[in-house]
């Protein structure tokens, strides 16, 4: 992932590649999301959205939007998309927490992706969660202020991750695309056109120094550094194959 330092912040929108991964395991998890959080691992407050690919919640293989939320680390608190109170969908939006997306990018071939964003309303105050890549913004939904007291008015954290979860000792899903960042445009998971929100819900690109680095599975995903260089174009690759131990 990348992560912003910490500070107080009020939202992101990003361009997110669409990846399948037909092979994956029951109990696996492999994903992508915007990530809006605290500071702290101890009662972490944290919202999110993003896609993923979780056959155990599902019971399929599908890539599905999802939205999540905690107080606590999951302990006692959230859930994902509508199995506990929390995220309030709007009403007749055209994409809902646990929907199945389609098609997924093919490797060397179509690029298929979604734009979600993430942030403050100036005046309920609550997050407010947005598809962008149509012809105007499409509102999905909200996280109410209230639900997560750490983010209430702004957070201390943004963050945009790639994921997998699997059970301890045995093989991990793939990551993205299922290949390394190395590879590029086409061939390997991205997220892109990043922006930051301010207090108003004016988005701007972020800057350098607004991008940290977090990579805790070297020896078996990569993490591209993040592409700075054209204005409304920020931008990084990650993932890897499947086949991870431990």
């Not at 109410?144 to 991990?172: D, H, I």
């Not at 680095?213 to 550094?225: G, N, Q």
Request: aromatic fraction near 14%; charge should be negative; include cysteine.
């Amino acid at each position: 992932m990348y992560h912003t330092p910490r500070g107080w912040y009020f939202g992101t929108r990003a361009k997110i590649g669409i990846w399948g991964s037909p092979n994956q395991g029951r109990f696996q998890e492999s994903g992508v999301s915007i990530l809006v959080t605290s500071n702290e691992l101890e009662d972490l407050n944290a919202l999110e959205a993003g896609f993923h690919v979780y056959p155990d919640l599902y019971n399929d293989n599908n890539v599905h939007f999802f939205t999540h939320w905690t107080k606590d680390t999951d302990r006692s608190t959230g859930c994902y998309n509508l199995k506990c109170g929390g995220f309030v969908p709007a009403e007749g939006a055209e994409l809902t927490p646990g929907q199945a997306v389609a098609p997924a990018s093919t490797y060397d071939g179509e690029d298929h992706y979604i734009s979600i964003s993430l942030h403050t309303d100036p005046n309920s105050g609550d997050w407010v969660l947005f598809r962008d890549d149509l012809e105007k913004p499409l509102f999905l939904g909200h996280f109410p202020k209230e639900l997560c007291p750490k983010l209430n008015g702004g957070a201390p954290r943004m963050a945009w991750t790639g994921f997998v979860s699997y059970p301890k000792n045995e093989p991990s899903p793939a990551m993205g695309s299922g290949h390394f960042p190395l590879e590029g445009e086409r061939k390997a998971a991205y997220i892109k056109n990043i922006k930051l929100f301010d207090s108003k819900a004016r988005a701007h690109d972020p800057y350098m120094e607004d991008l940290l680095p977090v990579l805790d599975r070297p020896d078996c995903y990569h993490l591209s550094i993040v592409d700075f260089v054209v204005k409304d174009r920020v931008y990084f690759y990650y993932g890897g194959p499947s086949g991870c131990i431990g």
